[in-house]
């Protein structure tokens, strides 16, 4: 390497972007630059606070304690709790109905005791979709249901299938890989983990030190960052043709603004969404064929939250009432698929966050969602009031909110979508988030100049906030690596050796 401070440009301050900063920053690297396209940090964490409230648009929970960093960080300040009402759970049908909850209860808890038998996953060569539905009509025929009348049981399948297309962020769980869900490392012992009403960007504050509850100086990255900074181009290896006298400058980033960052390593946190949109525009040379294969290949979907909030709250204000999920009656479905609100059908619930009163939050996925987001607001309003009033006849459901706002993951061109996981396309192109990983290397001395992180590029934890901050600390901890190997092999000088003896 020549002899200088090794500058490193970051684009995506989201939560890989912030962990790769804040790893970088901590071990001495100063020669470093954020470039942001929104206006704000955290990326797919945006909490927002609304009155008493904290609203997440994005991550919201802390899924596991087992294994999980971020549960570890969190629970030693005392900023998380579990929320007490995952075990009343209650279904509405489209008649106004309320199923039984030993009923549902027992719908729902046998699927989860049929699926936690790994092994037949691993056997079974189709989709998630295709599995699921292999697992529930064998339940029916082995009478795993006795007592709970056909339809109903239907019912809460179709919802159950719909939760699952809610959680894993896709359109259909007939195109998600049933193999490939193995990757991902489930610790969920408890999946609803909340932040006590500070909202998931807490996290954020955690690794930037900025909680009055930690030692140390806080790490002032926005101090580093340019907000509303949007690339256009990414040229890298341009030392391939012709090796210049210094090669401090590896990859030049330059912004729509015309403003152009050049450095010596640049780690991109941008999603999946993104790079699928945009890397045929960005990088000069074009990416090698199995960078390409891997971002075109891995999957992101999208999924989206609608907040209501009442005046006052028009549903039992008691311990057995956080929300409800909507299992349609068949005519009733018939009918909304002829309306212009048939988006409505993706509708998953409706969910009461702990430690509000007044708000109620809807979740929808899929193709449904990114039609939702191109409605004018009064028609999403208009379609949610709807099914409130259809769902719960016997509720004194209001005529409007006081205030709606709502997530548009898949429309905002700086993310292209909620989250990532595995397709049957993934598999079919051996597409894999190791291969995402992998950065592109310097033509002459092989060193790393593009890399990538983001919760796609994470094996095990792909879809996962804990995913993504893991993937930054790698990507900065091969930057690391790097310089410290090359101080032991003496090829230091005076102005690097002050940036490595903070290691």
């Given at each position: 390497m020549s002899k200088f401070e090794a500058s490193v440009l970051i684009v995506g301050a989201g939560g890989a972007g912030i962990a790769a900063a804040t790893r970088l920053?901590?071990?001495?690297?100063?020669?470093?630059?954020?470039?942001e396209a929104e206006n704000r940090i955290g990326g797919r964490i945006h909490s927002m606070r609304r009155g008493t409230n904290v609203l997440d648009y994005g991550a919201q929970w802390v899924h596991g304690k087992e294994n999980n960093f971020i549960y570890d960080m969190a629970s030693q300040y005392g900023l998380i709790e579990i929320e007490q009402h995952k075990e009343n759970d209650l279904y509405y049908?489209?008649?106004?109905?309320?199923?039984?909850?030993?009923?549902?209860?027992?719908?729902?808890?046998?699927?989860?005791?049929?699926l936690?038998?790994?092994?037949?996953?691993?056997?079974?060569?189709?989709?998630?979709?295709?599995?699921?539905?292999?697992?529930?009509?064998?339940?029916?025929?082995?009478?795993?249901?006795?007592?709970?009348?056909?339809?109903?049981?239907y019912q809460l399948y179709q919802f159950f299938i719909k939760y699952h297309n809610t959680y894993n962020a896709t359109d259909t769980l007939h195109e998600v890989s049933g193999a490939g869900l193995l990757e991902f490392e489930d610790n969920q012992d408890e999946f609803l983990i909340n932040w006590k009403n500070r909202?998931?960007?807490?996290l954020l504050d955690l690794l930037m030190?900025?909680?009055?509850?930690?030692?140390?100086?806080?790490?002032?990255?926005e101090e580093y960052t340019k907000f509303n900074h949007v690339v256009k181009s990414i040229q890298w290896n341009a030392r391939s043709r012709s090796r210049p006298e210094n090669p401090d400058h590896r990859v030049s980033v330059t912004c729509t603004n015309g403003a152009t960052f050049r450095a010596n390593h640049l780690i991109l946190t941008v999603s999946l969404g993104v790079l699928q949109d945009m890397h045929t525009l960005w990088f000069d040379p074009p990416l090698p064929d199995p960078k390409r294969n891997a971002i075109e290949g891995l999957y992101i979907g999208t999924i989206d939250k609608m907040f209501l909030e009442f005046e006052e709250p028009f549903w039992p204000q008691d311990s057995s009432w956080h929300g409800f999920g909507l299992l349609w009656e068949a005519n009733d479905l018939e009918q909304l698929r002829l309306d212009d609100r048939q988006w409505l059908e993706s509708v998953c619930a409706f969910f009461v966050p702990d430690r509000t009163e007044r708000l109620l939050v809807a979740w929808i996925y899929g193709q449904d969602a990114r039609v939702m987001e191109a409605l004018p607001e009064p028609a999403v309003i208009d379609g949610l009031m709807y099914l409130l009033r259809k769902f719960l006849p016997h509720f004194s459901v209001p005529n409007t909110p006081r205030w709606f706002s709502r997530s548009r993951w898949y429309s905002n061109p700086h993310f292209r979508g909620s989250y990532s996981s595995r397709s049957m396309k993934s598999d079919a192109m051996r597409a894999t988030a190791a291969k995402l990983a992998e950065p592109l290397l310097d033509a002459w001395d092989h060193v790393p100049t593009v890399q990538f992180a983001g919760e796609a590029s994470h094996p095990q934890f792909y879809s996962t906030v804990q995913g993504a901050v893991a993937s930054g600390w790698r990507e900065a901890d091969r930057l690391i690596d790097l310089y410290r190997t090359q101080v032991s092999h003496g090829t230091s000088n005076s102005k690097v050796s002050p940036l490595l003896g903070k290691l």
């Open positions: 920053l901590e071990r001495g690297f100063r020669n470093l630059t954020i470039l049908k489209s008649n106004g109905e309320p199923v039984p909850k030993e009923a549902s209860d027992l719908v729902i808890d046998t699927l989860y005791t049929l936690e038998d790994v092994n037949s996953l691993q056997t079974f060569s189709g989709s998630l979709g295709a599995y699921y539905d292999k697992v529930f009509y064998d339940a029916v025929r082995a009478e795993k249901f006795v007592g709970i009348d056909q339809h109903t049981c909202g998931f960007h807490t030190r900025k909680l009055p509850e930690q030692n140390g100086a806080p790490i002032m990255v």
